[in-house]
């Protein structure tokens, strides 16, 4: 099993940045695929970015230029830097490990305020 814990959501102004992390314990060498989602009110979960063990990286085309996955295995941590917020990125963060199950965070409040 792999537990992840979340941190680093909070409230920003329009235009401005914020670091989630994502710490992995358990099972971690099981993992091959790290993501960050994002859920809206009213809305469904989206792939926002996602890493795998060979770095390789892709993301949702409105975050674009604007976040930027990375993960330090000497840590077990996975992090999204998101910088020109917008007020559309409010929602709640998941971090989501990819194993032969997936195992999701308990997700964290980003709120972007106009």
């Known amino acids: 099993q792999v537990q992840l814990v979340e941190s680093g959501g909070g409230l920003v102004h329009s235009g401005g940045s914020l670091r989630l992390s994502c710490a992995a314990s358990?099972?971690?060498?099981?993992?091959?695929?790290m993501g960050w989602y994002r859920q809206a009110p009213g809305k469904q979960r989206e792939l926002v970015a996602a890493?795998?063990?060979?770095?390789?990286?892709n993301y949702l085309d409105s975050v674009k230029g604007r976040f930027t996955i990375s993960r330090d295995n000497a840590k077990n941590t996975v992090y999204l830097q998101m910088n020109s917020l917008k007020p559309e990125d409010t929602a709640v963060y998941y971090c989501?490990?990819?194993?032969?199950?997936?195992?999701w965070g308990q997700g964290t409040q980003v709120t972007v305020s106009s």
């Open positions: 358990g099972s971690i060498r099981s993992i091959y695929t």
């Open positions: 989501k490990a990819e194993t032969l199950l997936d195992y």
């Open positions: 890493i795998t063990t060979g770095a390789s990286t």
